[in-house]
């Protein structure tokens, strides 16, 4: 093992005689823990993760192909402050945490560790170094407002809140997006028709099953909520010759979509606006697709949210919702502290039984739903490879704090992905006439 030493350093067990003649017996003195020895219980006898420390302690495989840096004290007092996630987190973006090797790997090889890093644990590393740990230290400013603190800047999912949200998260740099996402700038989830289909196969095989769920026809309107970076809009005006509208919180997204839109030649039946889903005055709509806005609308608002999409529809028309959502209907709603913080602020996951219901109670007749968990862990697989390419521009275009920021937020969520902790689900409504005609097919007629 590699194991630095403890510090053995003994009082003498017998001093000489004292003015009496009486000998003194004292008894050793506790070794002072290093930081690793304090670790070391952390990390089970076959990890495959090392640890290394500032003080020159160590635990672990010294060959270990995974490491952790503790690189200064500060990275402890992030880790004592805020026990869990978040200290991680803030250690790890800051640069105090260094890590070594496949980041995702070392989550995954972490995982029982950092489920088990709470306030006990935190505890007991504080009685075993002291407390000169437990300090104040700043706070990362990537790192957004606690949910007190936001609470200042307007209620929660109110227009001006989700805008500041949306604007904190999608208004870092295209450019950035870009070097992550690949040419098709798809924020959600691909879906992979093949084993061997790589990121961009998956992303157009994802555009248009939503287009052939939608049943779209030329001529038809669409209406794209969230619609990001405009992949979908662009999909469905090119491929099958709708007139569609999207619509996004992100100024920096409506540009691009806008400049890509003119590329393409699709600006006489395709637009992209900035601004708020819910100022759109059109009704009537064939359809209306929702990918990846559900999460940002907050669980009591679904009602409101699938009411006012209803209200948009023909009857007839059909609504796509594309969302990750929680494995169960009986957990909390609000994302851990991480995302919180550093990546969607005031997002919110429901399980797909309430996206359901929040759909059939509020002018909808649901009619296939299915589960694209595992698609989601390849697509995050497949833009941690983008960044790690091309990681020296990213860090130029947004940071290192930044980039950092998104390498911990894919990786971690990947593994979520992979471990059930979050799911995908597709849900495809109509909106039926009064006399229940739904117009839609006998069978799915839009292939698996």
Same mark, same amino acid.
């Given at each position: 093992m +590699?194991?630095?030493?403890?510090?053995?350093?003994?009082?003498?067990s017998?001093p000489?005689?004292?003015?009496?003649?009486?000998?003194?017996v *004292?008894t050793? *003195?506790?070794?002072?823990?290093?930081?690793?020895?304090?670790l070391?219980h952390?990390?089970?006898?076959?990890?495959s993760?090392?640890i290394?420390?500032?003080?020159g302690?160590?635990?672990?495989?010294? #060959?270990?192909?995974?490491r952790?840096?503790?690189?200064?004290?500060?990275a402890?007092?992030?880790?004592? $402050?805020?026990?869990?996630?978040? +200290?991680?987190?803030?250690a790890?973006?800051?640069g105090?945490?260094?890590?070594? +090797?496949?980041?995702?790997?070392?989550?995954?090889?972490l995982?029982?560790?950092?489920? &088990?890093l709470g306030?006990? %644990?935190?505890?007991?590393?504080?009685?075993d170094?002291?407390?000169?740990?437990l300090?104040?230290?700043p706070?990362p400013?990537?790192?957004a407002? &606690?949910?007190?603190?936001r609470?200042?800047?307007?209620?929660?999912?109110s227009? *001006?809140?989700d805008?500041v949200?949306?604007?904190?998260?999608?208004d870092?740099?295209n450019r950035?997006?870009?070097?992550?996402l690949?040419?098709s700038? @798809?924020?959600?989830?691909a879906?992979?028709?093949?084993?061997? /289909?790589?990121?961009e196969?998956?992303?157009f095989?994802k555009f248009?099953?939503?287009?052939?769920?939608?049943?779209?026809?030329?001529?038809m309107?669409?209406?794209?909520v969230g619609?990001g970076?405009?992949g979908?809009?662009?999909? /469905?005006?090119e491929h099958?010759?709708v007139?569609?509208?999207?619509?996004?919180?992100?100024?920096?997204?409506?540009?691009w979509a *806008?400049e890509?839109?003119?590329?393409r030649?699709l600006?006489?039946? /395709?637009?992209?606006?900035?601004?708020?889903?819910?100022?759109?005055?059109?009704?009537g709509?064939?359809a209306?697709? $929702?990918?990846?806005l559900?999460?940002h609308?907050? @669980?009591?608002?679904?009602?409101?949210y699938?009411?006012?999409?209803?209200?948009r529809?023909?009857?007839?028309?059909?609504?796509?919702?594309?969302?990750?959502t929680?494995?169960?209907?009986?957990e909390?709603?609000?994302?851990?502290?991480?995302?919180?913080?550093y990546?969607?602020?005031d !997002?919110?996951l429901v !399980?797909? &039984?309430?996206?359901? #219901?929040?759909?059939q109670?509020?002018?909808?007749e649901?009619?296939?739903?299915e589960n694209?968990?595992?698609?989601y862990?390849?697509?995050?697989?497949?833009?941690?490879?983008?960044l790690?390419?091309?990681?020296?521009?990213?860090?130029?275009? @947004?940071?290192?704090r930044?980039?950092?920021?998104?390498?911990l937020?894919? @990786?971690?969520?990947r593994?979520?992905?992979?471990?059930?902790?979050i799911?995908?689900? %597709?849900?495809?409504g109509v909106?039926p $006439?009064? $006399? &229940?005609?739904?117009?839609?097919?006998?069978?799915?007629?839009?292939?698996v």
């Open positions: +590699g194991n630095a030493a403890p510090d053995t350093t003994w009082e003498p017998a000489p005689p004292t003015g009496n003649g009486q000998r003194t *004292r050793p *003195r506790r070794p002072h823990p290093t930081v690793c020895s304090a070391a952390l990390l089970s006898a076959d990890s993760v090392a290394t420390a500032y003080d302690s160590a635990v672990g495989d010294a #060959s270990a192909p995974l952790l840096e503790l690189r200064s004290p500060t402890l007092a992030y880790l004592l $402050s805020a026990p869990g996630e978040l +200290g991680l987190a803030r790890y973006v800051t105090e945490l260094g890590v070594t +090797g496949d980041l995702y790997e070392v989550l995954r090889a995982t029982s560790v950092m489920d &088990g306030p006990a %644990q935190a505890w007991a590393l504080l009685r170094l002291g407390p000169r740990y300090r104040w230290v706070l400013p990537e790192e407002p &606690g949910r007190v603190r609470a200042l800047g307007g209620l929660r999912h227009k *001006r809140r805008s949200a949306i604007t904190r998260h999608y870092v740099s950035f997006y870009e070097l992550v690949g040419p700038m @798809a924020y959600t989830c879906c992979y028709p093949t084993p061997e /289909a790589g990121l196969q998956a992303q095989h248009d099953l939503v287009c052939r769920k939608l049943g779209l026809r030329p001529g309107r669409l209406l794209d619609c970076w405009g979908m809009v662009a999909h /469905a005006a099958y010759g007139r569609a509208v999207g619509v996004t919180l992100s100024r920096e997204q409506a540009e *806008r890509e839109l003119r590329r030649g600006t006489d039946r /395709a637009e992209v606006r900035h601004g708020d889903y819910r100022d759109v005055p059109e009704t709509f064939d209306v697709s $929702s990918i990846g559900t999460e609308v907050g @669980a009591r608002n679904l009602p409101g699938f009411r006012f999409l209803a209200a529809l023909r009857e007839g028309g059909r609504l796509l919702n594309h969302c990750i929680r494995p169960s209907t009986r909390r709603h609000r994302t851990g502290p991480f995302i919180d913080r990546v969607f602020p !997002g919110e !399980g797909v &039984g309430t996206i359901v #219901s929040a759909m109670d509020n002018g909808f649901v009619r296939h739903e694209l968990r595992e698609h862990a390849r697509t995050l697989a497949a833009w941690c490879e983008n790690d390419a091309n990681w020296a521009e990213a860090v130029s275009e @947004a940071g290192v930044r980039a950092r920021v998104w390498a937020y894919m @990786a971690a969520s593994l979520a992905f992979e471990r059930r902790r799911e995908l689900h %597709q849900v495809l909106k $006439s009064a $006399s &229940g005609a739904a117009s839609m097919p006998l069978r799915p007629d839009w292939g």
